[in-house]
């Protein structure tokens, strides 16, 4: 059982930066890959990066235009996501996720979310 915690969302202006934190905790020696996913109102579960656990090897969607950079801290046993030259259409409920397996961009195949962390940029 792997849970997980995000944080470092809020309210902030088109331009301005954020960085997303997900803390892990449990059984996490299964966890193959980490996501950043997110959901705006009325929208479905759009993936946004990932990071593998152990080689911190990161994949990111196109539609970041090189904006995000995933990362993570083993020791810490966290995820980040730093999000820099926000838009006002970034706003969304961002989540963690946790695959035990694979690299996927699927939110299907991820197997743990955390409670999510909103971010609402100003325009």
């Known amino acids: 059982q792997v849970q997980l915690v995000e944080s470092g969302g809020g309210l902030v202006q088109a331009g301005g930066s954020l960085r997303l934190s997900c803390a892990a905790a449990g059984r996490t020696s299964n966890t193959d890959t980490m996501g950043w996913f997110r959901q705006a109102p009325g929208q479905g579960r759009e993936y946004v990066a990932r990071i593998s656990w152990s080689g911190g090897v990161t994949y990111y969607t196109d539609s970041i235009e090189g904006r995000f950079t995933i990362s993570r801290d083993n020791v810490k046993n966290t995820v980040y996501l730093q999000m820099n030259s926000l838009k006002f259409e970034d706003t969304a409920v961002y989540y963690c996720?946790?695959?035990?397996?694979?690299?996927?961009?699927?939110?299907?195949?991820?197997?743990?979310w955390g409670q999510g962390t909103q971010v609402t940029v100003s325009s």
């Open positions: 996720a946790a695959a035990n397996r694979g690299s996927t961009r699927s939110w299907e195949m991820y197997d743990y």
